[in-house]
């Protein structure tokens, strides 16, 4: 049985920051109403930049009491509109940034605790340099361990905070060697709505007998819910509430998005660094070799990391390669595999044949390749990486500039592994012929790749859209999830519909009812507003 209990009490001398007007959330904090979806711009009538859990807690309970909608936003770097308020008040987590423990279990791991506002990049820093701000005593042990340890998870965004990443389960490029961040967290503290703390450890509250979770707050009032009677697919997702046969609840809340309450703090597994790590950039004459070796290297390899460019992708680095001076591809090249494989000193010589045998049987070589193992080398191999979704988003900002109710259109879709090449294929009889521009690139050693179309009219943006729908359709279909990395968010809701029809969102939102009972908190996000304000 989980209880919640009252947070402790803040020293006095803690004052909340909020900004409560208009003109200077206007002219100051506009920020914080949107994230790097760019859908335009939310609106709050406050702003709370909470740096205890006792705030947080207060804030909610306040909100509740007084039926306010709550928005938590984080970093901001979601592309679903998720961070962006349809009224009420935002509360942003990213004045509650402190590392709090590090520990040690014998013949297990290390794990550490941290705030929800500590940025990935800043874990990442002080993980690796073994600088935390904690006593002696904690530290010592882990300063004395001769290995370098690290938070594995990589999404892009090294901006974006911990409790974010949490509620969005974020992945990355590496979540094909390590997994996404639901398999790294450990524990979770959660502030929810009636004002007192969750803290669910894994492994301690998964289902009771008659398929139920149960919740007792410190005054005895009982939350009892079923979770949704769907199966989150295997693999890849970042697809509503997860739910899976004697799941345990702390898997509820990781990538719930915001809905079911605050994430105050996190305890994370660290792992190991590789002491090396071989990257690549490899380049193939046609796009079905570029598959086959991603297919060879699954099976074979032992790879940290596959992401894919099609010819559409090369040839939009190459105009900026004139613009910019920046490296020329191969002339002959059309398709691209970037990828990344551990290795020790002892055995570098090894892996390296084995990666280049793999790459001469499907039409390449290590000639072919941009490779190396140094800092600088990754950074610019990674450099690459970015490149395509970042001239994207510019040749987007463009023509919103000139056509504002344009937008890219993209998916974000995974199939099983066994249904790669037949997903390749439907997006290509899709897209071909269709007069649309486009670029696929992404994911592609976990069967998620990202389609970003750019239409130049209202008329192709419908037609966009309209193959993005029978793309979903088709990735279901395989048994594979309409989002794998994004979320929901507020843009993705006929998508949601598709995965698990109306039913399957009626009973996240029952899920909500019983943890949110106004329904205050991420109003839009997973659930449409339709479905929940039915369910009042």
């Known amino acids: 049985m989980l209880r919640t209990y009252p947070p402790k009490e803040d020293n006095d001398c803690i004052d909340l920051f909020e900004v409560s007007t208009a003109e200077e959330i206007e002219s100051s904090y506009s920020a914080y109403l949107t994230d790097e979806s760019r859908f335009g711009q939310g609106r709050a009538e406050k702003i709370f930049f909470p740096t205890t859990e006792a705030q947080v807690c207060r ?25 962006a308020p349809l009224g009420g008040v935002v509360v942003n987590m990213e004045r509650m940034n402190r590392i709090l423990d590090i520990i040690y279990e014998p013949g297990k791991k290390w794990s550490i605790w941290v705030e929800s506002g500590v940025r990935l990049s800043e874990l990442h820093a002080q993980a690796e340099a073994k600088e935390f701000s904690l006593s002696e005593e904690k530290i010592a042990p882990f300063i004395s361990d001769p290995a370098t340890y690290f938070y594995p998870p990589d999404p892009t965004e090294e901006t974006a905070l911990i409790g974010s990443t949490v509620a969005s389960n974020a992945s990355g490029a590496r979540s094909l060697y390590y997994g996404s961040t639901r398999d790294f967290v450990l524990s979770l503290k959660v502030a929810l709505t009636n004002g007192e703390i969750l803290k669910i450890e894994r492994g301690e509250h998964s289902l009771s007998d008659d398929g139920m979770f149960y919740i007792i707050d410190s005054k005895g009032k009982e939350m009892a819910f079923a979770p949704p009677a769907y199966t989150t697919p295997e693999g890849k997702s970042t697809c509503g509430f997860f739910s899976r046969p004697n799941m345990d609840i702390i898997d509820l809340f990781i990538g719930s998005e915001g809905t079911l309450g605050i994430i105050t703090a996190v305890r994370l597994t660290l792992v190991k660094k590789p002491a090396l790590i071989l990257a690549g950039l490899s380049f193939f004459q046609e796009e079905s070799h570029a598959i086959s070796f991603v297919l060879e290297a699954k099976a074979n390899l032992t790879p940290l990391s596959l992401e894919y460019f099609d010819t559409n992708s090369l040839g939009l680095f190459r105009s900026q390669s004139k613009e910019k001076a920046m490296l020329e591809l191969p002339q002959k090249a059309n398709a691209a595999i970037f990828w990344e494989a551990p290795s020790e000193e002892e055995n570098l010589e090894c892996i390296y044949e084995n990666w280049e045998k793999a790459l001469i049987r499907h039409g390449s070589s290590m000639e072919d390749t941009w490779a190396g193992m140094e800092e600088n080398d990754w950074l610019r191999l990674k450099g690459f990486r970015h490149n395509v ?82 793309l979903a359709q088709k990735a279901i279909s395989l048994g594979g999830v309409v989002s794998a990395e994004h979320g929901i968010g507020k843009l993705k809701h006929n998508l949601l519909m598709l995965q698990y029809g109306e039913e399957g969102i009626r009973e996240m939102a029952r899920v909500k009812k019983a943890l949110d009972p106004n329904l205050i908190l991420g109003r839009g996000n997973i659930i449409p507003l339709s479905i929940l304000d039915g369910i009042l």
């Not at 309970?61 to 961070?83: E, L």
């Not at 269709?434 to 750019?454: E, K, M, P, T």
Request: aromatic share 4%.
């Open 389 to 470: 979704p970042e001239s994207i988003n510019r040749i987007i900002a463009g023509k919103k500039a000139k056509t504002p109710d344009i937008h890219k259109v993209s998916t974000d879709m995974a199939v099983p592994d066994h249904h790669l090449v037949a997903m390749m294929d439907e997006y290509k009889a899709a897209l071909q012929g269709s007069g649309l521009r486009y670029f696929i690139f992404g994911h592609i050693g976990d069967n998620h790749l990202h389609v970003n179309i750019i239409p130049d009219n209202e008329t192709e943006l419908k037609k966009a859209k309209g193959i993005v729908t029978s």
């Open 59 to 83: 804030i909610l309970k306040d909100m509740s009491d007084k039926h306010i909608p709550v928005t938590v936003s984080g970093g901001r770097t979601g592309i679903c509109s998720g961070a």
